[in-house]
């Protein structure tokens, strides 16, 4: 087993509790530590609580393997969806949502990414899934779903059977208009031995 398998198993064996005192770096340290890693207190210069923890060795995104370790620097997400639902006659319905996370000063741990199906083929998101705890603040061990880069606003058309406001099951043309804004900054390390 990897060092960042390793590490990645001692954090799904603590979901749901709270590890140590409860800080995002807790988590992250002791698993670390514990998995046979190097401490992010002899890597990082100045170590200090408002740091920029330095885990090991620097990756791109495009990289990352579970148990690898986020840290953020002032990360904001901000997601929008808009679905816009058009029958023949003219009826139908839109539907808008929309999402943010922050992460001001935070340390995560890199589970996996997140793929969609389309037509029967998985299809990586930009959306990733990290284990964490205090985000938000006091919250235990959990696993909680992230972007890591923005994505530009783009519409995807569809014709979906969908039931209009009788009832009835009409084809529709569906638009689907999603995007994705991330700022801040992430640094993804893989732990050293």
Not at 39 to 63: C, E, H, L, M, R
Not at 80 to 98: E, M, N, P, R, Y
Not at 158 to 175: I, M, N, P, Y
């Amino acid at each position: 087993m990897t060092l960042s398998e390793k590490i990645l198993k001692y954090c799904v064996e603590r979901l749901g509790r709270t590890e140590g005192d409860g800080e995002c770096w807790t988590l992250a340290e002791n698993a670390v530590v514990n998995s046979g890693g190097k401490s992010s207190k002899s890597q990082t210069p100045n170590f200090g609580t408002t740091s920029n923890y330095v885990w090991g060795t620097v990756k791109q995104i495009a990289d990352a393997k579970g148990g690898y370790i986020l840290q953020f620097r002032n990360y904001n997400w901000e997601s929008s969806s808009t679905i816009d639902v058009t029958f023949a006659d003219g009826s139908g319905s839109v539907d808008t949502s929309s999402k943010s996370e922050s992460r001001p000063h935070h340390t995560a741990i890199f589970s996996n990414v997140v793929y969609i199906s389309i037509k029967g083929v998985a299809v990586p998101t930009p959306l990733v899934e990290v284990i964490e705890q205090n985000a938000p603040v006091g919250s235990n061990v959990h696993k909680t779903i992230l972007c890591l880069k923005s994505i530009p606003k783009k519409t995807v058309t569809t014709k979906e059977q969908r039931k209009d406001s009788s009832g009835k099951l009409q084809t529709a043309t569906v638009k689907t208009t999603t995007e994705h804004k991330v700022t801040g900054t992430i640094w993804i390390y893989e732990a050293k031995i």
